[in-house]
């Protein structure tokens, strides 16, 4: 017996399921400047929305808030579409940037920086992609060490492997270097509090260039979802598909990363939802990712603000909370999907 | 600007399906280091199924691969209407063959008429992406693989043979005239055998060139016009099934003996009284 959430449906029109999650991304969006950050209740904030309230509610609502939420549809829709792009091209399910150590190659090519001089606010979002690039190229290369027997649990296994690697030689690096650990240890949790506007925009170019290769590249990764020899009988050049995807996933892993640090399981859960919902085409998977991986990654931020007031849990511990056991049921399900 | 580009295409291949031609030159082809096929010449007869068979291991289907450009030669060239088929766009050459291998596998939940979708790929773009005869290419695959039934079901809950024949409607909504098939009747039972071989005979008269490793040597005498022997990366035999299929031959390929008789309703040789040979 298959549960419910490793099931695939049928193709399913995509507005069906794309406008609900508009709709539900605009009012988790609507929530999450309502509640949390600074001492404004959700009435004042309301009225701060439609700019009747007191001008510390409106302060805290558009400077605060605003950009907080504006992170987190950013993070959501790069990490979301980040990780269908990774489960497409791996043809495997639990082929996540977190899972896979792209994410941690991108936090130890910043920490490294960070150690070499460099500081925090300039030129993290091309290191973080560097180093996500780097993770993306050792993980492929163990997904085809793999062989013919395609167990998509040994990927996940090598990208454990390479995460817990990168991850301590992250700490080890922050041991020798104070002013480096003091500058990144919040940000090492994931978390997408106090992040600015600018740093938004230093992410736009490359998110132009993604969503530009995505789209190019959607059809042709498609059918590589029927395997190399299909595509290649298609007029299909799977190497480059690979290739142009792999660049996709890290300029998107690398620019979430530098806004956000790494937030762990949004890969893995945005895409199996989207597939619950629309079926196994990876262009509508994609199209389904980008409104529900912010709708996940902003309400788990409102979350985090919530739980443990006055303080906040850092973005990435909820995740992990929330995405380790999602994890744990899809793998000990009998049978995975096949991708 | 269009006109110029689709004259320049024309002239590199043909467009009339019965000149089309698929050959190899010379072709050596490579598994890592091993070689499994040197120096080989071979051409496809137009318009005929041709049936390639052969002991396991004796490299059918990786000259299969080699003429689809999916395995690249280490040596000679494959020509597609006389062009060097590497040279070719292979979005290009995917309009004049098509290819479905062996152990294919899709994703969970696609539908039939999704899969057959996919066919249409080497005559869309990016910014074509469905056009009226893509349409059209569709329903013609549905009819001749007789899946318009079927077309809204999952793939994966299909009985093997209906599968095998779904596989087969994407290549026919291809429209090529060349299809090659590696052991398209593998892992079915005999009716599903049937029901995929027919299909081939069908598309066959439709004018396609088509080329098939097989496994089964009855079959392959019963629905080839032209028969392949190939041992050991080498080609012992061509020609019709009537005149390669002898005892000798069936005791070289497979190392059995047998008798050869007639059969009565259809005049393609058949196997009977098998035996290994003692060593």
Not at chain 1, 36 to 59: I, M, R, T, W
Not at chain 1, 118 to 147: E, K, N, Y
Not at chain 1, 213 to 219: C, D, F, I
Not at chain 2, 251 to 256: C, K, S
Request: charged share 15%; aromatic share 4%.
């Amino acid at each position: 017996m298959i549960p419910w959430f490793n099931r695939i449906p049928a193709q399913r029109s995509l507005l069906s399921a794309l406008v609900p999650a508009v709709l539900l991304l605009a009012l988790s969006c609507f929530l999450s400047l309502l509640y949390g950050a600074g001492a404004v209740g959700p009435l004042e904030a309301f009225k701060a929305l439609f700019n009747q309230g007191s001008a510390d509610a409106y302060f805290v609502v558009s400077e605060l808030r605003l950009p907080r939420t504006l992170v987190g549809l950013f993070v959501g829709i790069s990490l979301g579409v980040a990780g269908a792009l990774m489960q497409a091209v791996a043809r495997n399910p639990l082929a996540e940037p977190g899972l896979l150590g792209v994410s941690a190659g991108s936090t130890f090519a910043v920490a490294l920086a960070l150690v070499l001089g460099a500081s925090a606010a300039t030129l993290t979002v091309s290191v973080a992609q560097i180093g996500a690039l780097v993770g993306c190229f050792c993980v492929i290369t163990a997904a085809r060490m793999q062989g013919q027997n395609r167990d998509p649990i040994r990927l996940v296994l090598a990208g454990a492997a390479l995460s817990s690697l990168l991850v301590a030689l992250t700490s080890l690096l922050l041991l020798y270097d104070e002013r480096a650990a003091d500058e990144i240890r919040f940000w090492v949790t994931g978390s997408v509090a106090g992040r600015g506007l600018e740093q938004l925009y230093a992410v736009i170019p490359s998110m132009i260039i993604a969503a530009l290769a995505t789209l190019y590249v959607s059809r042709p990764l498609a059918s590589l979802a029927l395997g190399e020899k299909v595509a290649i009988g298609l007029g299909h050049n799977p190497g480059r598909i690979r290739l142009i995807v792999i660049v996709c996933v890290a300029l998107l892993v690398g620019a979430a990363v530098a806004v956000a640090g790494p937030v762990a399981f949004i890969g893995l859960v945005v895409p199996f939802a989207a597939r619950a919902l629309v079926g196994p085409d990876i262009r509508r998977t994609l199209w389904l990712c980008l409104p529900i991986g912010p709708i996940v990654v902003i309400n788990a931020d409102t979350l985090s603000r919530l739980v443990a007031q006055p303080a906040e849990m850092p973005l990435g511990v909820l995740t992990a909370i929330v995405g380790a056991p999602v994890l744990l049921a899809i793998v000990r399900a009998r049978r995975l999907p096949t991708l | 600007m269009a006109s110029i580009m689709q004259k320049n295409k024309q002239t590199l291949l043909q467009t009339d399906p019965l000149d089309t031609s698929l050959s190899a030159n010379n072709l050596s082809l490579k598994h890592g280091k091993a070689h499994i096929i040197d120096n080989l010449d071979v051409a496809l007869p137009a318009g005929k199924v041709t049936a390639i068979v052969g002991p396991n291991g004796c490299g059918k289907s990786t000259l299969l691969n080699g003429l689809s450009r999916v395995h690249m030669p280490s040596g000679g060239e494959v020509l597609l209407n006389g062009n060097n088929i590497h040279r070719v766009p292979s979005k290009e050459v995917a309009r004049y063959l098509a290819l479905l291998p062996q152990d294919t596998s899709a994703p969970d939940g696609i539908s039939v008429a999704e899969l057959i979708r996919f066919g249409r790929h080497p005559h869309q773009s990016l910014m074509q992406q469905w056009a009226m005869d893509d349409q059209q290419a569709i329903a013609y695959a549905l009819a001749a693989a007789d899946l318009n039934e079927l077309k809204d079901r999952q793939l994966d809950t299909l009985s093997g043979g209906q599968r095998q024949r779904a596989w087969i409607a994407m290549s026919i909504a291809q429209e090529t005239p060349l299809l090659l098939l590696d052991e398209p009747t593998s892992a079915l039972d005999l009716g599903h055998q049937i029901e995929v071989f027919e299909l081939i005979r069908h598309l066959s008269q439709e004018g396609k060139t088509i080329a098939m490793v097989v496994h089964d040597l009855p079959s392959a005498c019963r629905y080839a016009d032209h028969i392949i022997a190939m041992k050991g990366g080498k080609i012992i035999t061509q020609g019709p099934p009537k005149d390669v299929m002898t005892k000798a031959l069936v005791r070289e390929l497979y190392g059995i003996e047998c008798d050869l008789i007639e059969d009565p309703m259809t005049g393609s040789p058949i196997l009977i009284n098998i035996k290994r040979v003692k060593a």
